[in-house]
């Protein structure tokens, strides 16, 4: 069925709004249906079934592309851990971009893929040996130490100068959730620049034979809004190149540009990133009479979480102290509420009607599972009902469990009005595959 066909014929003045900068570029109400890089909702949940995962590719190329387009003069190196799958990792190839990994896992994607090892950098605050020695075989083009541990190993591992950059920790507080700030001391993450613990990496990687230093790196987390704070890890950062008596040639200052979540949040100012960075670049390293490295950024979120829309089907509503509306998905495929307290827009697909606040929760044998808190749904929402969830491209097929046995989502690439799974859903079998 084509956008025209499911248009009203009376036009589409009553159709309702879709909330600002929340959905994939170009996602329209048509009828009461939601289409999706030209394909309608309903049609999508009817073929794949529900809980769904619809990506829109052109949403995703898009916004590859606007940080090429930003920061014409950086490496923009895609954060795999964002949503780990071959085809994305394809699409971010032909886009230009440059790829990080942080497991042996995720460079099996990267391998699988296709995606050229002279643009793929492993990081991770631990890397087994088997992590390293996959790094090393197809050789990656950069591996981000973490440790005084792991500069020891991979400089005994690695033959043939291999190239290095060194996780610092600026001591930078970008206000955002705890359990994914990593810019400050006090966690587990990198080499803390105020102790000397950075520069002493320096020393130790400098002494490898096996080694090359080429860059310092920093990621002082994720869902951060302020662009100041990046301001501020180049002007530390700067002055860590300085004192480190070789040269520097590229600076890398992680990902973590946040994305909208709810309506009336606001989009990461990318513009403003790509100014007052290069500002900060330049007048420090001409106070520090360096010469300027050149500059990485690796965007996970902001690339894929907009891109994403997860389909539910509500299985149950039960009136109690509140409404809960019970869906055939949770916490398994959606676990960012409970571990972040993330917030999630709803939106019923099919029909509207007069709203009332409802909660959404999952299938889990857990009172924690819950997806939505006091949403607006119509009053009417019962059984059988479909449900939208936008911003739900990032870290939700990445960090999708089997917890009850539930088997995980597919993955539905959508664009031009062409639907293909780029991730097929779990079966069975494949859960009873592990079991011996
Ligand atoms: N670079 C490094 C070294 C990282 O560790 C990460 C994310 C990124 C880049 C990309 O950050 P992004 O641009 O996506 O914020 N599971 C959490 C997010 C964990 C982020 C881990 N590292 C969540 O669902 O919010």
Known sequence: MTLAELLPSTGCSTEPVLEDGLWPDGTQVAGQDLVIGGVPATQLAARFGTPCQVLDEQTVRTRARSFRAALPEAEVVFAGKSLPCPEVYRWMAQEGLSLDVSSAGELALARAAGFPATRIIMHGNVKTAEDLKAALEHGVSRIVVDSFDEIAQLGALATHGQEVMIRVTPGIDAHTHAKIATGVEDQKFGFSLASGAALEAVLRVVEQPSLKLVGLHCHLGSQIRHVASYEEAVRRMVGLIASCGTRIEQLDL????????????????????????????????????????????????????????????????????????????????????????????????????????VTVVGRHCEAGDVLAEDVLLPADVHAGDLLAVPATGAYHHALASNYNQVCRPPVIAVKDGVARPIVRRETEEDLLRRYV
């Open 254 to 357: 992680g990902g973590g540009f946040c994305a909208p979540y709810l309506p009336g949040d606001a989009d990461f100012d990318l513009a403003g990133l790509a100014h007052r960075v290069r500002g900060a670049l330049n007048y420090e390293c001409a106070l520090h009479r360096v010469p300027p490295p050149r500059l990485l950024v690796e965007p996970g979120r902001s690339i894929v979480a907009n891109a994403g829309v997860t389909l539910y089907r509500v299985c149950a509503v039960k009136e109690s102290v509140r409404t809960f509306v019970a869906v055939d998905g949770g916490m398994s495929d959606n676990p960012r509420p409970a571990l972040y307290g993330a917030k999630y827009a709803v939106r019923l697909v099919g029909r509207g009607g007069k709203p009332k606040p």
